[in-house]
């Protein structure tokens, strides 16, 4: 799990204001596919969300189960643009909007993963 130097900016900035985040990538509600960025424990987890990993230090990232099924063979960037999103997410008010960019595990890495076994799940 990455993010950018500028979405670890507006992470910090973010986590300032509304102190402990999190981030729950869904598969359609809101801005379609687009991390959402939350309070931590705003947004409920559970049995079918996976955790990926943590951003900007220890900002929790999750991912739905059935969207996890397509993307846990890509390597997932948390990255920040110009333009407001549709969502309830916390950067919309200033004007930019958190994204994903990805890219494909390499054959070593996918192996790493495997063998690491599956990542945890909410509770």
């Given at each position: 799990?990455?993010?950018?130097p500028?979405?670890?900016?507006?992470?910090?900035?973010?986590?300032?204001?509304?102190?402990?985040?999190?981030?729950?990538?869904?598969?359609?509600?809101?801005?379609g596919?687009?991390?959402?960025?939350?309070?931590?424990?705003?947004?409920?987890?559970?049995?079918?969300?996976?955790?990926?990993?943590?951003?900007?230090?220890?900002?929790?990232?999750?991912?739905?189960?059935?969207?996890?099924?397509?993307?846990?063979?890509?390597q997932?960037?948390?990255?920040?643009v110009?333009g407001?999103?549709a969502?309830?997410?916390?950067?919309?008010?200033e004007?930019?909007?958190?994204m994903?960019?990805?890219?494909?595990?390499?054959d070593?890495?996918?192996?790493?993963?495997?063998?690491?076994?599956?990542?945890?799940?909410?509770?």
């Open positions: 799990m990455l993010s950018t500028e979405a670890d900016a507006l992470i910090t900035r973010l986590t300032a204001r509304h102190g402990p985040l999190m981030f729950h990538q869904s598969g359609g509600c809101c801005d596919s687009a991390p959402m960025c939350f309070p931590r424990g705003e947004f409920k987890v559970g049995g079918q969300d996976v955790r990926l990993g943590e951003v900007a230090g220890d900002v929790p990232v999750w991912i739905g189960a059935a969207q996890f099924a397509y993307w846990r063979h890509t997932i960037t948390i990255d920040v110009p407001r999103g969502g309830m997410s916390l950067e919309s008010p004007g930019v909007r958190f994903i960019r990805s890219r494909l595990f390499t070593a890495e996918d192996a790493l993963l495997a063998a690491a076994g599956d990542p945890p799940r909410g509770g």
